[in-house]
């Protein structure tokens, strides 16, 4: 009826409503990865890749939703012969890559999630049980004895953060230990040294206040040979509790970059 669309010309003619349009080259890619996951992935992780009987699940359990791109990549393209997971370099680069995205599609929501739940349980050690706060800072919360780790994460790979929480020579840092000062007048100081030369010597007290001392007036000055920062996080933090708060420096980070 021509008289109608000459009225109701919105109506007649097709919408172009640009919301609802997606960039075709994304769908298309998704839609090869999807094909891929289903008929390779699928039969043994499931079609949200959530597990089954024959393999784990790889859609949320973070320590491998947070493994890289190319960390993946080589899983999918060598397999884990000796547990069960095959080879697919045979699928090529180009199917890899799609499979991959559409893995991450999967992972998508649960990363978010995985990443919240972690940096909030991590945040939790990093003030509590850890007790990092008492000598690091956070975007302006904590102390002050050792460096501020607000973008640590930035520039840190997830393993070296964590080489740097348990092993004193993983840190580039100084790693001084505690210098405990007596005056000749019976004063005793300890803290970190921030200055010193011939005649004076800087020290930062456990309580932040800076202490000038003269030399010739310090009877004695000793240094603990073990580094401020306790050594023992690789026992007395388990292991997930490690990769708790290894995911709340990263993610402290990379907020704040954003
Ligand atoms: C024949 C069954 C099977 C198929 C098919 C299969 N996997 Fe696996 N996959 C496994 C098993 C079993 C494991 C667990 C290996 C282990 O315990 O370390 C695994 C582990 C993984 C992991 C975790 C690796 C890690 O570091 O723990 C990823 C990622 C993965 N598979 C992705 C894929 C993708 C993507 C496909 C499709 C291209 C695929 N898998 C196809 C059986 C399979
Ligand atoms: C008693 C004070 C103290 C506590 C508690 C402490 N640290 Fe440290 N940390 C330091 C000092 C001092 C340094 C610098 C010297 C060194 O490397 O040992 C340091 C260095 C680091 C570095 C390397 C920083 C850089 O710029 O190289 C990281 C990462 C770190 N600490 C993380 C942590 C985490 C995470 C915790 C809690 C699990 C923690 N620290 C607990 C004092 C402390």
């Known amino acids: 009826m021509d008289c109608c669309c000459a009225y109701l010309r919105s109506y007649c003619e097709p919408r172009s409503d640009t919301r609802t349009e997606k960039p075709k080259q994304s769908n298309q890619a998704s839609a090869a990865g999807r094909q891929t996951f289903e008929s390779s992935c699928a039969p043994c992780h499931g079609l949200n890749g959530k597990g089954g009987e024959r393999a784990p699940d790889i859609a949320t359990r973070p320590e491998i939703v947070r493994l890289s791109d190319n960390e993946t990549l080589k899983v999918l393209r060598n397999g884990i012969l000796q547990k069960g997971m095959p080879p697919f370099a045979a699928l090529g680069p180009a199917k890899l890559s799609d499979a991959l995205n559409y893995l991450r599609s999967l992972q998508g929501k649960s990363k978010a999630l995985t990443l919240m739940a972690t940096s909030e349980e991590g945040k939790d050690i990093f003030t509590g049980k850890g007790g990092c706060s008492q000598c690091h800072m956070i975007h302006g919360a904590g102390g002050f004895l050792g460096p501020d780790l607000s973008d640590y994460g930035a520039n840190h790979s997830a393993d070296n953060v964590r080489s740097a929480i348990v092993s004193a020579d993983k840190r580039p840092g100084s790693r001084k230990g505690l210098v405990h000062a007596t005056t000749n007048d019976g004063r005793q100081i300890s803290g970190l040294v921030r200055n010193e030369d011939n005649f004076s010597v800087q ?51 990379h907020t704040e970059r954003d």
Not at 204 to 224: I, M, N, P, Y
């Open 203 to 253: 020290l930062q007290a456990l309580d932040g206040t800076f202490h000038l001392l003269d030399k010739s007036a310090v009877s004695e000055l000793t240094s603990d040979s073990a580094p401020l920062m306790p050594d023992n996080y690789g026992s007395s933090l388990s292991k997930s509790e490690l990769d708790q708060l290894v995911g709340y420096l990263l993610s402290v980070a």
